[in-house]
């Protein structure tokens, strides 16, 4: 069962000891695809609440695999005061070409007209390779809130592609894999939204200010260690329940067992990947 209560002390903990203060309610690290509509508007509307005054944007995820449930979050994102709503392909039946995909992104982004709409593009998961590239072209006359793309993809040929038609920065992409992160910012990339900044979040504001300066060599450093310690857990086997157990054991706060399918992290997995995590000596003793 979802657990609201813990909710403010996750929004203060990730403000205050990770510099985390955008958030992306509902993703595949929240499960939101495993969760009912209706524990879906409560952990939105809990978000909303506690992040108040603390939190810049709250972007929820309303995708689902039937139109009316995904326009139904829309609506509820709207009305709570979301800042911005984001939506996957369908993926059991999917859409096969560019048309398809907007055809439905459209009449989710309609019941929203005031809310800055996101495509969660994250193929590895849905199985829709639709390259974002060619989403774009006239896209702004189809969904005229559209804002950018949560970009979960290592195909930095097509991010690039993206980048470089979107000229007038109009649009942004938030990247989505979390051990390319440098990568895809050297290409342009606006942000990003991952699994690992519930926990590393400090360390990746870091590796951001250290690229914006630039100080390549420090950025190098912080992507670097973020990667060894994501080679070391992906050997072990590492996906969302793994990463409940990471974020419960480094910040104290209980996140709570997966939903089946998914089976809860071992606790032979949760003692190497801490102390992993410990071993890790970040840049200027961070």
Not at 7 to 18: A, F, H, K
Not at 31 to 55: N, P, T, V, Y
Request: proline share 5%.
């Amino acid at each position: 069962k979802i657990n609201l209560p813990v909710i403010r002390q996750y929004v203060d903990y990730l403000v205050n000891e990770q510099n985390v203060k955008n958030i992306f309610v509902n993703g595949t690290t929240g499960e939101g695809l495993s969760l009912s509509i209706q524990e879906r508007k409560q952990l939105a509307e809990e978000w909303m609440c506690q992040g108040k005054d603390k939190l810049d944007h709250v972007i929820i995820h309303v995708g689902a695999l039937n139109l009316p449930e995904c326009q139904e979050l829309a609506r509820h994102a709207a009305a709570i005061g979301a800042d911005g709503i984001a939506v996957i392909a369908p993926f059991f039946f999917k859409p096969t070409n560019k048309d398809e995909l907007i055809a439905f992104m459209q009449k989710v982004a309609f019941e929203a007209p005031e809310v800055p709409f996101y495509y969660y593009h994250i193929p590895p998961l849905t199985g829709v390779k639709i390259r974002v590239e060619e989403l774009l072209d006239g896209i702004k006359a189809q969904i005229p809130t559209f804002q950018g793309v949560k970009f979960s993809d290592t195909d930095l040929l097509d991010l690039a592609q993206c980048i470089h038609k979107n000229e007038t920065g109009e649009f942004e992409f938030l990247y989505g894999v979390d051990e390319q992160l440098l990568g895809a910012l050297a290409l342009g990339a606006n942000g990003a939204v991952g699994s690992t900044y519930n926990y590393l979040g400090r360390q990746t504001n870091l590796m951001l200010r250290a690229f914006a300066k630039p100080d390549l060599a420090l950025a190098q450093q912080y992507q670097f260690l973020t990667g060894e310690f994501l080679n070391f857990v992906i050997k072990l086997g590492f996906g969302v329940a793994q990463t409940k157990a990471v974020m419960t054991s480094v910040s104290g706060i209980p996140m709570g067992p997966p939903r089946l399918p998914l089976v809860a992290a071992s606790s032979e997995f949760i003692i190497k990947a801490k102390a992993k995590l410990d071993s890790i000596v970040w840049p200027n003793g961070d």
